[in-house]
């Protein structure tokens, strides 16, 4: 069994910063992705940044230059700091995770933390 507990959002007022992290428990074999993810009223949810096993990353161009997705192996955990946040980058992060567990692959979505940036 694997979990996700996210933690990190809040309310910020426009150029400031926030750090989220999120942080998977169980008998995980390997995980090969760790990613965050955001849904803003009325819109669909797309991809935000993204972390390979081999240290590759992705990012919306949205948040290019802005954000940055980092890991910390030890503790299989996925951080997104995110600076000079804007009024368009509010909404709901989530927190998604791609790996191996001794019996199977596995694919889990976090809870969601609200984030709000205010003008």
């Known amino acids: 069994q694997v979990q996700l507990v996210e933690s990190g959002g809040g309310l910020v007022q426009a150029g400031g910063s926030l750090r989220l992290s999120c942080t998977a428990s169980?008998?995980?074999?390997?995980?090969?992705?760790m990613s965050w993810h955001r849904q803003a009223p009325g819109k669909q949810r797309e991809l935000v940044a993204a972390?390979?096993?081999?240290?590759?990353?992705n990012y919306a161009d949205s948040v290019k230059g802005r954000f940055t997705i980092s890991r910390d192996n030890g503790k299989n955990t996925v951080n997104l700091q995110m600076d000079s946040l804007k009024p368009e980058d509010t909404g709901v992060y989530y927190c998604?995770?791609?790996?191996?567990?001794?019996?199977?692959?596995?694919?889990?979505w976090g809870q969601g933390t609200q984030v709000t940036v205010s003008s």
């Open positions: 169980g008998i995980i074999i390997r995980i090969n992705t």
């Open positions: 998604n995770v791609e790996g191996v567990l001794p019996e199977r692959n596995f694919g889990l």
């Open positions: 972390l390979t096993f081999g240290g590759s990353t």
